[in-house]
């Protein structure tokens, strides 16, 4: 099997609430999602998708992927996709990080190496450890009423974790989080993800005010020095997030004792080759993970959540449902969500096809 082509396609995905909105003044109404397509010479075609949330949250944003892709392209092209730890090694000589980009590619392959074989992506991730995977919802950031509403419309659609952005000064963030407590069910997770907003001394004063109060301080500041300085002083278990993107990253944290949980986004890491191995690392140190993405349609979920249905149910934190925050999908075949719980197909592959009456394409490299 061979690329003949790579094709690039591009698609908007409008949020489907009033404004997606987080710590710095961050807020956006619609992201630009990028799919890519691999054809070989057999007919089989593979596809991946990635999605930055917005252009001022991880060092990539939609409007630089063209041009990566672009270059990532003649590494591609002549390759045996199944390949997929050669094809990142190749990817990484030609381009220097990047690794959203390669992402979208390294899953376009993984898709080709489930589909040539017959099977599941998550059977080749390890097998099926988890038929149904349990859902988190993000708690945008907004006043505290409208938050409270966004809860209780949420549990009654089945889900028991919460992802609850932060980002006011730290009374009203404080005030915020008591405020909201009492919603609190016997059971449920609950993540206070403040996306890096906060000093060592802003973040080491919310947890000693919020103290008892039974939840996860996710990413409380913006570098991993910061993180790991408050950890020691914190009165809350530690998830890290924004300040991972590497494997060797993890392994710091991992040897540095820096967190309690992680948020593994498989994009940020260039697809499922590299987040398979950080999975594993975990796993083996016991760090449960939230499987996800930063955003996408059906394609990036499923790719997120084949990881996640091979991950040991007691290191499977939660994943989540990206493709139902928006209004339009990009993709038939996303995988099934109902009673706050996601399921996969036994389809090979990814199990999911584009739509390319959302999509425009941008590029074909052959």
Known sequence: MRVETLSVYTG??????????????????????????????????????????GPSYMPAFAGGLPSCLEALAPTVIGEDPRHTTRLMRKMDQALNGQAVAKAAIDLACWDLLGKSSGLPVYTLLGGLLNVSMPLHRIVSLAEPAEMRASFRDFRERGFHSFQIKLGHDIEADRDLVHALMDLRESGEIWVGDVNGAWRRDEAVRFSRSAEGLDLYLEQPCASYEECLSVRGHARHPMKLDESLTSVSDVQRALRDDAMDAMSLKVSKFGGLTHSRVIRDLCVASGIPMTIEDAWGSGIATAAYAHLAASTPPACLLNTTDLHNYNTVQLARGAPEVANGRMTLSERPGLGVEPDFSHLRRDALYS
Do not use: H, K
């Open 12 to 53: 908007e995905l409008p949020y489907n609430g009033p404004a997606y909105s987080f710590a710095g003044g961050r807020s956006y109404t619609e992201f630009t999602s990028t799919v890519v397509v691999l054809t070989t010479d057999t007919g089989l075609e593979g596809y991946g998708e990635v999605c930055p949330c």
